[in-house]
């Protein structure tokens, strides 16, 4: 039988939206579209680099609720409000994520409101932390 966990923050996001933080089946893990309010303050950081920081550490909780962890991502998906903003936002992210190397999906579409700057989605695996992990390097040219 499979196992369904549903994860809820108590956002009032998401008793509106009727969706949850995260939704567990088995060991594959779906992270909701978060963004950089940190919960305890309910602020957004206006620094870019903070925001982006701070979204990673709200999915990264959510992520311990499940007994995994950012190391067990497996895909991610950055939602950048302003393209401008692209680069500060990437050096954030990549500075968290060193390591860990999940895909990567960066665009930019219009948020859910100007004060956020930044949103991230992911997509991980229970237990890829701990998972061998071959690298390989290929040439798309043709």
Known sequence: MTDVIKVKTGSSFE????????VAVDNLIFVSNTAGRNPRTKLIPDDLAEQTLQALSNIEGALAAVGASLEDVVAARVFVQFPEHIETIMAAYAERMHGINPTLTMTCPPLGSTEYKVEIEVTAYRGASKAKVTEMVISLAG
Do not use: C, T
């Open 15 to 22: 008793e509106r939206g009727s969706y949850s933080r995260l």
